[in-house]
């Protein structure tokens, strides 16, 4: 049998993305609960990708948006 002992900041990051995840499943079921119209769900989705590409780590080294 292998086991391995996890890292403290593996762990730390793991919890990161289940709370974003959760807090981001919230959100959406808030949103739809709503029924917004076709075209305020567009725009979110839009702010949303947008979002996540501004904070988003290159690998070409350029700097993300906000990063100072």
């Given at each position: 049998?292998?086991?391995?002992?996890?890292?403290?900041?593996?762990?730390?990051?793991?919890?990161?993305?289940?709370?974003?995840?959760?807090?981001?499943?919230?959100?959406?079921?808030?949103?739809?609960?709503?029924?917004?119209?076709?075209?305020?769900?567009?725009?979110?989705?839009?702010?949303?990708?947008?979002?996540?590409?501004?904070?988003?780590?290159?690998?070409?080294?350029v700097a993300p948006a906000g990063s100072g």
């Open positions: 049998m292998f086991i391995m002992r996890p890292e403290p900041g593996l762990l730390a990051s793991r919890a990161v993305g289940r709370v974003s995840t959760f807090a981001g499943v919230v959100a959406a079921g808030l949103i739809l609960r709503r029924g917004p119209a076709e075209i305020v769900v567009a725009l979110l989705v839009v702010a949303a990708i947008g979002s996540m590409v501004a904070v988003r780590t290159s690998r070409w080294y």
